[in-house]
């Protein structure tokens, strides 16, 4: 499925949260999505270990999901903080090491929306 066939994709941060983020990816593609976006996913981690990346993306992939959209590291984006942007001092330096990483999980999947 290319993107311009994608109709409607769902947001694995808002739903499916009843589920580990690694089993969201099956149960959007079970549930009829053939395309899904993310917040950033490790919302205390803004350089996630590599072994969390290749899991996510090894989901995204045997699910025959394409990721669609990615926001970068926000901090508690559900939570107080509403984008690390917004906190002077260390929060913007987390979002300055999440930029390379994001970019690149993103691209390595095909996603070209950040």
Same mark, same amino acid.
């Given at each position: 499925? +290319?993107?311009?066939?994608?109709?409607?994709? #769902? *947001?694995?941060?808002?739903?499916?949260?009843?589920?580990?983020?690694?089993?969201?990816?099956?149960?959007?593609?079970?549930?009829?999505? +053939?395309?899904?976006?993310?917040?950033?996913?490790? #919302?205390?981690?803004? %350089?996630? &270990?590599?072994?969390?990346?290749? &899991?996510?993306?090894?989901?995204?992939?045997?699910?025959?999901?394409?990721? %669609?959209?990615? *926001?970068?590291? &926000?901090?508690?984006?559900?939570?107080?903080?509403?984008?690390?942007?917004?906190?002077?001092?260390?929060?913007?330096?987390?979002?300055?090491?999440? #930029?390379? %990483?994001?970019?690149?999980?993103?691209?390595?999947?095909?996603?070209?929306?950040?």
């Amino acid at each position: 499925m +290319g993107f311009s066939d994608v109709r409607f994709n #769902v *947001n694995l941060s808002i739903l499916f949260t009843e589920l580990p983020l690694l089993e969201r990816p099956a149960a959007a593609a079970a549930a009829g999505f +053939g395309a899904v976006e993310l917040w950033w996913p490790w #919302v205390d981690a803004p %350089v996630p &270990a590599r072994q969390e990346l290749d &899991a996510l993306r090894e989901a995204l992939r045997a699910a025959g999901t394409q990721l %669609v959209g990615l *926001n970068f590291y &926000a901090g508690q984006l559900p939570g107080p903080d509403r984008g690390a942007l917004s906190i002077p001092g260390e929060e913007s330096e987390r979002f300055r090491a999440n #930029v390379e %990483v994001a970019a690149d999980f993103a691209q390595s999947l095909g996603c070209t929306a950040l």
